[in-house]
Nanobody
Framework: QVQLAESGGGLVQPGESLRLSCVAS????????LGWYRQAPGKDRELVAA???????KYADSVKGRFTISRDDAKNTMYLQMNSVKPEDTAVYYC?????????????????WGQGTQVTVSP
């Protein structure tokens, strides 16, 4: 079973940048599609960005042009570069893995999650 460990969150001011990391173990990382989700207080978990093994990306409209998902298969690690952050980006950020882009349409289907990393954007 995959094990996921997110890191890199923190308190930042609007307009600043932050890079999140997620190490995934227990899987053959390079064949998997990767995804970042976030969950704000009182809201459902939402997909922020996804990246297939072939390099196809998908972004939520709210983060297009500001966030970039990437991967380092040699390190079993995925990243989320967050630029020009806004207060509405405040949330706990989670990662997960699938086999294709469609796997990220329903977050309830994932059997396990990491602990997440808190991102707070505040003046």
């Amino acid at each position: 079973q995959v094990q996921l460990a997110e890191s890199g969150g923190g308190l930042v001011q609007p307009g600043e940048s932050l890079r999140l990391s997620c190490v995934a173990s227990g899987i053959f990382f390079r064949i998997h599609a990767l995804g970042w989700y976030r969950q704000a207080p009182g809201k459902d978990r939402e997909l922020v960005a996804a990246l297939t093994a072939a390099g196809t990306t998908k972004y939520a409209d709210s983060v297009k042009g500001r966030f970039t998902i990437s991967r380092d298969d040699a390190k079993n690690t995925m990243y989320l570069q967050m630029n020009s952050v806004k207060p509405e980006d405040t949330a706990v950020y989670y990662c997960n893995v699938g086999y294709g882009m469609g796997d990220f349409n329903n977050h309830y289907a994932f059997p396990s999650w990491g602990q997440g990393t808190q991102v707070t954007v505040s003046p």
